[in-house]
């Protein structure tokens, strides 16, 4: 997924170019926790799963609905695949409105109307290139970009797969998210490493103890706090309401 964003032009400045280099540096210094973590992370081997070629991610999808039913349906009504988030208070007339990246203006990629195709790139799912996108096709929902472990799976515009590929070896590598598969979208926000987040680069793919304690140190994936369940992750970004959280958010790590 790093490879997306690579062509793009918006992460071209010595800054940025600096600033990943230094972070290179630093998570590949030496040997980190995170390998010994991940031998404890067992998932099923797809490997012998899948015989034929696929000719699009949508039936990719098809094919791991067989075996996962629910999967699709689940991923559906998530803020990553909606864009939007839950309902907050953010209107004067006391009704409240559910807002995400659907929505709203925010900075660096301003709003997703001005180039659909490019900025669903990111989307986990497949051809949503404007207000006709069909939200409630199970097919749609892209099951490679949080779960590829081949590294030959690339998104292009509108979130489809590059011609280059490899969707049958991806299909047989499907496994736990790992670090690379979340860092592949949200470490190049804004068409760039480290351009609109500039806590998330491709440094914490393998990081140390000087780059992130919790991941460096403990060896933990994003899923570890994020996980949630159904596919529902936990976080809050443009979702931010005026007002706190009624339930809590219990977070169970991993030892």
Not at 83 to 106: A, C, P, Q, S
Request: hydrophobic content about 30%; aromatic content about 6%.
């Amino acid at each position: 997924m790093r490879a997306v964003f690579h062509d793009l032009i918006c992460a071209s400045s010595l800054a940025l170019l600096t600033l990943s280099g230094g972070c290179t540096s630093s998570a590949t210094s030496g040997p980190s926790p995170a390998a010994a973590h991940l031998k404890q992370r067992e998932h099923v081997d797809h490997g012998s799963f899948f015989a034929s070629p696929f000719t699009s991610g949508q039936e990719v999808t098809r094919a791991c609905l067989e075996c996962h039913p629910d999967a699709a349906r689940e991923m559906q009504t998530t803020t990553h695949f909606q864009w939007l988030g839950g309902e907050e208070d953010v209107r004067h007339d006391g009704r409240r409105e559910r807002i995400g990246k659907r929505n709203l203006l925010n900075n660096y990629c301003i709003g997703i109307r001005g180039n659909w195709s490019f900025c669903t790139r990111c989307h986990a799912g497949y051809g949503w290139e404007g207000e006709g996108y069909d939200f409630k096709d199970q097919a749609n929902v892209d099951c490679l970009v949080c779960h590829d472990h081949s590294g030959a799976y690339v998104k292009g515009p509108a979130g489809q797969p590059t011609k280059e590929s490899d969707l049958l070896a991806a299909a047989r590598s499907v496994g736990f998210p790992k670090r690379e598969n979340c860092n592949g979208c949200h470490g190049y926000g804004g068409g760039g490493m480290g351009v609109k987040h500039g806590d998330l680069d491709a440094s914490l793919d393998n990081p140390d103890v000087r780059d992130d304690v919790h991941m460096g140190g403990h060896g933990m994936l994003c899923i570890d706090c994020h996980g949630g369940h159904g596919h529902d992750l936990r976080g809050r970004a443009f979702s931010v309401g005026a007002v706190p959280l009624k339930k809590k958010c219990h977070v169970r790590l991993s030892d």
